[in-house]
């Protein structure tokens, strides 16, 4: 009698086991929207022909720019790649970035050699000149060793530049 017990025990244990298996899995398939929403499958979108865009250019026109907003322009240009040049000149600071100043600064001058008289292009060559020397000099020193020599270099360059050509000074000897 103790077998047929033992035996019934277990049959209960298994369907009870077996009916509350299949109970949680009957609601977690038909009682979760989300699960549903998952498999359930969504209605096509109306099949709108799309029109093609038609990209015409404008051309915008340029504002015309005197020669004081031109020369100020450049020489403003030419002050900040300067500064950020004698910035660069410290030791320990990116090589290619000192040459960039230098080319930067170097283009600016020459646009502000262009709008100057015979006269004044002859005195601004000299520091362009020496600017240009600087900017070879930089380019050679890949070790720093003579960056204090080359950042006082450039601070009287920048000196000189700003006691010759400020646009209070050169006004009136723009062509």
Known sequence: MQINARIKIKRKVTQTI????????????IGCDAFVRKFTRKPKKEQIPQEEMVVAPV????PIMTKEEMYRQHFLYWKSWHDELIQALSPNQNQK???DCAEQAITNLERLYLMLDEQRQAKLDIYLNQFKELKDAVSKDI?????????ATAEQIKTNILRHFSYQKIKDYLK
């Open 59 to 62: 051309e915008y026109e340029v």
């Open 97 to 99: 970035k000192k040459i």
């Open 143 to 151: 070790y720093g060793q003579r960056v204090s020599f080359e950042h």
């Open 18 to 29: 077996l009916l509350v298996t299949s109970y949680s899995l009957l609601v977690t398939l």
